[in-house]
């Protein structure tokens, strides 16, 4: 159980492919719908980490403005920010206590307003991050709620009277005890948390709850975002007799806790209220546990959600052994061909809450990193689906490794420290694991070149910078031609350029080579094949015969080995080739 603080990702590894369901039923018109958000590329950026403009140690909004040119040399076309809001930062704003406005650390109102009109000015959309499975105990609405049991606010929350005698057993994802419901003598009852105490879960089976949050979407659509990502949003729906559940249920909270009885109404009435009023999409955190969940979010005639991101992808490799290659393989190829004809897909290897994807799908020693974080680059946009690059990731950004639990900062670490030993479990094993996997490896600052911190900041960076940046950092790679920097600019304008890699037909090739990942993708006469070696070893592949006309488009590495039908990869070598 352990091993469920670890990450968020954790939490999500214990379903298995058996649980998903057959393919449902689409008809024969491929994937091939044309529309603005499938042809993104999104650049998802932690705001604390990525640039200080006034010295508190802390990314702020007016420093996002700073890096403008910069993201848009990427070539990306949107960005989605982890939440802004007003939030005592229990869990770094994903525990909001005012949803229309900005927390302090990140500038005002003026300063958003001015970072999305730069924004659009240079033809680059915006994603809000939208917490609405539960607020911070600290916004108006709870702290009303718990005063008194007939307070106007009192339904806004899951409050369970404690004459009922204990609430049945929830797991929380975050809490030390493991405890779910949170006794508040003030009114003598029990309140609902999947996360931590300070992030009490919204009663979205009331209606006037539910009229808050639209109006929180529009408020924001308003003022012109351009998407919305949707947090923890499989939870909203609840059966709130909170029946008992089966022992054990909490290693597969997904399914007991996701899709809830009238998830489905509530998008519904999300997407004619807010949705479909506006030029916006929606992507959903979370897609339930099987294929059916997912396409039921996504499929455009339900008229729910447009995009959803599943977990499966993430939830390879959630452990010190690593990942085996040939699951990644089958995770991306199943997801894929459920997604063939109907729905959209997000693609990724890493964000806020896992390592960073070089750590944890490459290698990270000096040797491999560059190469092997161009390697996972090439993956992530030649997939179908829309990719999403977490920032840092362009310039191969490695795991900080914290030793000491003093270095931690996310909750979900700290929680799971004290709940190990709590429980008087393998504290050595838990902080080896969090080492490699906690999240704040994945959020450290943002490298921007050799001076003191970075650069991210003129003062003291309330999560350290990685040792690396003497190297790794933006001023550095962008005057190198064959840094990682640059080949992530290349290969996002070419997938700009190559309609087929977002819409084309994927097919997985040599399914159980164990060190490369092979696979085309085709529309109509535009083919192309993509190699991807994984490995840190020479790996040969036998191009098919039947694959004429071969040419070379794009490679991360100086030189291809031995060209020819028999061919070599190097360590990490990454090959884009057309064919006919
Ligand atoms: C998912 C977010 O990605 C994660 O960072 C957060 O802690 C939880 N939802 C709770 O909001």
Redesign the pocket.
């Known amino acids: 159980m352990k091993t469920l603080f670890i990450s968020?990702a954790l939490i999500f590894c214990f379903s298995t492919y058996n649980e998903i369901l057959a393919q449902p039923d689409s008809s024969d018109i491929p994937n091939t719908q044309k529309t603005w958000w499938k042809e993104a590329v999104i650049y998802q950026i932690y705001p604390r980490s990525f640039k200080d403009s006034d010295g508190d140690g802390v990314g702020d909004l007016k420093g996002i403005i700073e890096k403008l040119d910069y993201i848009e040399s990427l070539g990306v076309n949107m960005v989605w920010l982890?939440?802004i809001y007003s939030s005592p930062n229990a869990?770094?704003g994903?525990?909001i206590s005012n949803y229309r406005e900005i927390m302090d650390e990140f500038g005002n109102m003026e300063d958003f307003d001015l970072m999305l009109s730069e924004m659009h000015k240079r033809g680059i959309k915006f994603v809000m991050?939208v917490?609405v499975?539960?607020s911070s105990d600290e916004h108006r609405w709870f702290k009303e709620s718990r005063k008194s049991r007939d307070n106007p606010y009192r339904d806004y929350y899951h409050w369970w009277p404690a004459e009922k005698g204990e609430p049945n057993y929830r797991y929380s994802?975050?809490d030390p005890k493991g405890e779910a419901w949170k006794y508040d003598s003030k009114t003598n009852a029990y309140y609902l948390h999947?996360?931590?105490q300070k992030?009490p879960d919204l009663n979205w089976e009331n209606p006037k709850v539910r009229q808050e949050v639209y109006d929180i979407m529009k408020f924001w659509a308003e003022k012109g975002v351009d998407g919305f990502r949707l947090?923890?949003f499989q939870f909203v729906s609840k059966d709130t007799s909170f029946p008992p559940l089966p022992k054990g249920y909490e290693k597969d909270v997904i399914k007991y806790y996701g899709m809830g009885p009238n998830l489905h109404k509530y998008l519904k009435e999300l997407n004619r209220e807010v949705l479909s009023q506006y030029d916006v999409f929606a992507v959903s955190?979370?897609a339930g546990s099987t294929f059916e969940d997912a396409h039921s979010l996504v499929d455009a005639d339900r008229n729910e959600l447009q995009m959803a991101y599943h977990f499966k992808g993430m939830d390879v490799g959630n452990s010190l052994e690593g990942y085996k290659l040939s699951e990644l393989k089958e995770v991306y190829t199943t997801w894929d061909s459920a997604f063939a004809k109907k729905g959209w897909l997000s693609i990724f290897l890493a964000?806020?809450?896992v390592p960073r994807m070089v750590s944890k799908f490459g290698n990270d020693s000096p040797e491999f990193r560059a190469a092997s974080s161009k390697m996972l680059n090439t993956f992530i946009l030649t997939m179908r689906g829309t990719p999403y690059c977490y920032y840092g990731d362009e310039l191969g950004m490695t795991n900080i490794g914290f030793d000491s639990i003093s270095q931690y900062q996310d909750?979900?670490a700290k929680n799971g420290y004290e709940k190990t030993l709590n429980e008087g479990g393998d504290i050595e094993k838990y902080m080896a694991e969090l080492k490699f996997l906690s999240?704040d490896n994945a959020r450290t600052p943002m490298q921007w070149n050799d001076s003191e911190h970075a650069g991210f900041t003129t003062g003291t960076p309330w999560l350290p910078v990685n040792d690396n940046y003497k190297e790794v950092n933006v001023e550095a790679e962008d005057k190198d031609p064959n840094s990682c920097l640059n080949y992530f600019r290349e290969m996002v304008n070419f997938r700009m350029e190559n309609p087929v890699l977002v819409y084309g037909a994927y097919e997985l090739l040599f399914p159980d080579h164990k060190q490369v990942y092979a696979y085309t993708r085709q529309m109509g006469d535009k083919k192309m094949l993509i190699l991807l070696n994984f490995s840190k070893e020479e790996s040969s592949i036998e191009i098919p015969s039947e694959m004429k006309e071969l040419q070379l488009l794009k490679n991360n590495l100086p030189e291809v080995t031995k060209q020819g039908l028999d061919l070599t990869l190097a360590p990490y070598q990454a090959l884009i080739f057309s064919y006919r």
């Open positions: 968020l982890n939440p869990d770094n994903y525990d991050d917490v499975n539960h994802l975050f999947y996360f931590s992030q947090d923890a955190e979370g964000n806020h809450d909750i979900v999240r």
